[in-house]
């Protein structure tokens, strides 16, 4: 069997889940390797930063995750002096939280589900042709399954100021189980 991405498919699976949510976009939600400009503000990027495999190079394991949302920090014209700026951000992150918190706040295992769910449907076409299309690009997915998920810890950072622009950078840190098979995982 060759070995797949794991930390890959489960960045574009919670991508797909969040976008069905409604609180996110395509334009303002992207996975880590993305090599899209992000010019829209306020942007979630979702980054797995490790994988760790169960049993050697299976396709399963626990994927060590963060949500990193950027939003323009300065407060310009009729704005100065509203902190509308720091409201946005937080209306922004507690959208993301929201979504997040789906299920018994221990196991989040109704949001795993719903990860899954979310990954399974990028393999499945709308049956226009670029539904095929992008069914045809997610085809590793069909078989995505997401087992648990749990709050990282620290659940909240703050990341740096991105480049030579003022932006806020908030950071909700997780970790997650993933696998190809259609058992469930331990937690």
Known sequence: MAFNNPASKFERALRAYLIAQGKSTAENTFVANDSRARNVLPNRTIQATSFN????????????????????????????????????????????????????????????????AAGRALAVSDGSQAGDAQAAINADMVNFRCDWVKNGHPLLTRGHPDGNAVLWVEILNFSAFVSAANAAQEV
Do not use: C, W
């Open 53 to 116: 495999p169960r049993y050697g190079h299976r396709p399963e394991g626990e994927v060590q995750f963060n949500i990193q949302h950027h939003a323009e920090a300065l407060e310009q014209g009729a704005d100065v002096g509203t902190d509308i700026q720091r409201v946005n951000m937080d209306k922004f992150l507690g959208d993301t939280m929201d979504s997040m918190a789906v299920g018994d706040a221990q196991s989040l295992n109704v949001l795993a589900d719903a990860i899954t």
